[in-house]
């Protein structure tokens, strides 16, 4: 029973009715003892809408959350302060190759070209490599190589270092991109490095200096800013300097590293300053210039790919065009040479380009195909090249592997696919003139041989000659000389490295004529052989051979199976790496 405090309580009692029985003073104090007096009203603990009154902790507990926030702050700030005036120490380790290598923490620069170790404006570790601005440009084959090698043994470490052991090694695609490196830009502008000025009068030179067709360009009256050329936002150059004495590679490496450019959106230059056959233009015509300016040498880097400037050239063949580019570009859902379609293309776009030669060589070219496809009848006759590589090239085939393919399989295949021509028209005659079987080959040998009686020379402009047929062509009087070669170094059994480079020792006044020779003579027959014939046969393990194919096009070559390898079962295939 609840009693009210706004009535009296002995009013309350006064009016209660009194059982039979009972005094009134008697039940009053009774019910008194029953029920004691009701207490004043305290204050209710729970407010009318049923919710605790607000309290002041939430505040405190944000005023206490935004002190530490600013301590932590002040923190961070001090120790970043302190990375920056303290650079990290010296560390040593060991290469995979056994080369000991050392990240360097002082702030002076090493002479020569090499990673370096760079602590950025926020304290983090980072490298990127250093090429004193007074080195000639390009540097040496091994030291572009020891670049990238050494690249990747210094980001391997820098990454253990800031992340823990075993971080910094893996498995990454051809697009990796390592937030550890810093491009050489970006370190020269932060003063890290010290760069070289690109715009100006004064470096018009040495922006087009070594540059293949900006000679025009480089004079010291050149105004980039008159011009209004910017520096290249990407670009990729490509150097034809090689310890290769064949000029194969060096064109497939050059039309591939163009389909790459263009391919990457990088501008695409070419430098041919310690080329052994000398100048560019010499064999080509000038290739096309972009319109913006090559970066200053300094930016000009091996590795990584991701790099702005990249520079790609034999010695760096393993790291453009290795395992990662194979995998990355090769069509894994298809097998053998269809896999290849897309490193294929960035060849034959290469091709189309750059293989244009100079205006002699590419007149008489031109003449010659007319002659050739005028002996067949024109576009209704066939022509069938052979291309024979012999010299220090031997075949994939293990039979001959020391030796080479004989001449009967070459003339065989060939004479089977004019056969196959001639039923395939009707007309079963096989000594008609509208077949025709091209021959080229290094050895000067293999012409005369009985095997290739039915065969007729690609191009007869320059060709190599053994010593036998300069005796018998250019007699001299006893004690001369014949005007370039001396004592009638001949060619027999084809194209050596070693014969090749010793012709400084034998006639160094005229080795470089002697080896423009060579090249315009390899470049002659490729040109009309791959441009003239409707087939081609040919080893693959011959540069020369899949070249050819490159020459040919995708669609003739590859999808149409005109041409064809007596090399074993071997299929096209582009840079050997």
């Avoid at 005023?63 to 990375?83: H, K, M, Y």
């Avoid at 024109?378 to 291309?387: E, F, K, P, S, T």
């Avoid at 669609?555 to 390898?565: D, T, V």
Wanted: charged share 25%; proline share 7%.
């Amino acid at each position: 029973m609840i009693i009210s405090s706004r009535q009296p309580p002995s009013q309350y009692i006064r009016r209660s009715h009194t059982p039979l029985g009972i005094s009134p003073a008697k039940h009053g104090f009774k019910r008194l003892f029953q029920e004691p007096p009701p207490s004043p009203r305290l204050p209710s603990l729970v407010n009318q809408r049923g919710q605790r009154p607000p309290t002041n902790r939430h505040w405190l507990s944000m005023r206490l959350l935004a002190w530490l926030c600013g301590v932590g702050l002040i923190l961070w700030f001090a120790v970043s302060r302190l990375r920056l005036e303290h650079r990290p120490p010296p560390v040593s380790f060991m290469s995979h190759d056994g080369q000991e290598y050392e990240i360097v923490g002082d702030s002076a620069l090493p002479d020569y070209p090499t990673p370096v170790v760079v602590t950025d404006r926020r304290g983090r570790l980072r490298w990127t490599i250093s090429i004193p601005p007074a080195r000639q440009f390009p540097l040496r084959p091994d030291e572009y190589s020891d670049i990238c090698q050494q690249s990747e043994e210094i980001a391997h470490h820098v990454a253990e270092l800031k992340y823990g052991a075993g971080k910094g090694h893996g498995h990454f695609d051809y697009y990796h991109l390592d937030k550890n490196f810093m491009d050489v830009r970006e370190a020269e502008e932060n003063g890290l490095l010290p760069g070289m000025a690109v715009m100006g009068k004064k470096q018009g030179k040495g922006i087009w200096g070594s540059i293949v067709g900006g000679e025009g360009l480089a004079g010291e009256d050149f105004d980039a800013k008159e011009a209004g050329m910017e520096m290249c936002e990407k670009s990729l150059t490509y150097v034809l300097e090689t310890t290769d004495a064949g000029l194969g590679n060096t064109l497939l490496g050059l039309w591939m590293a163009y389909g790459l450019a263009k391919e990457e959106g990088r501008a695409f230059f070419i430098d041919d300053t310690n080329w052994v056959y000398g100048d560019y233009e010499t064999f080509f015509q000038p290739p096309p210039i972009p319109s913006c300016l090559p970066p200053p040498r300094t930016q000009i880097l091996p590795c990584p790919h991701h790099t702005a400037h990249l520079l790609v050239s034999a010695a760096t063949t393993y790291w453009t065009f290795g395992h990662n580019f194979h995998e990355e570009f090769e069509d894994p859902r298809k097998m053998e040479v269809w896999r290849q379609h897309r490193i294929f293309g960035f060849m034959e776009l290469g091709k189309n380009e750059l293989f244009h030669l100079a205006d002699q060589d590419e007149a008489y070219s031109e003449k010659r195909k007319k002659e050739l496809r005028a002996k067949v009848g024109g576009d209704d006759g066939l022509i069938v090249g052979v291309h024979v590589r012999h010299g220090d090239r031997h075949p994939f085939e293990f039979q001959y592997q020391e030796s080479y393919i004989p001449l009967d399989r070459y003339i065989s295949a060939a004479e089977s696919l004019t056969q196959s021509n001639t039923s395939h028209n009707g007309n079963h005659d096989h000594n008609n003139n509208n077949t025709l079987i091209l021959l080229a080959s290094d050895d000067p040998d293999v012409y005369s041989a009985p095997e290739m009686s039915p065969t007729t020379r690609a191009q007869s402009q320059i060709h190599l000659a053994s010593k036998t047929s300069l005796e018998a062509t250019t007699p001299l009087p006893p004690g001369a000389r014949a005007p370039y070669i001396d004592n009638n170094i001949g060619w027999e059994g084809g194209f050596y490295h070693d014969l090749f480079w010793s012709l400084d020792k034998h006639n160094s006044a005229n080795a470089g004529s002697i080896r423009a020779l060579l090249a315009r003579a390899y470049l002659l027959d490729l040109k009309v052989l791959g441009e003239t014939s409707d087939r081609v046969v040919c080893g693959v393990s011959a540069v020369g051979c899949r070249l050819l194919a490159v020459i040919m096009g995708w669609e003739k070559a590859i999808k149409e199976g005109r041409w064809g390898s007596v090399d074993g079962d071997f299929e096209w295939m582009g840079i050997l790496w």
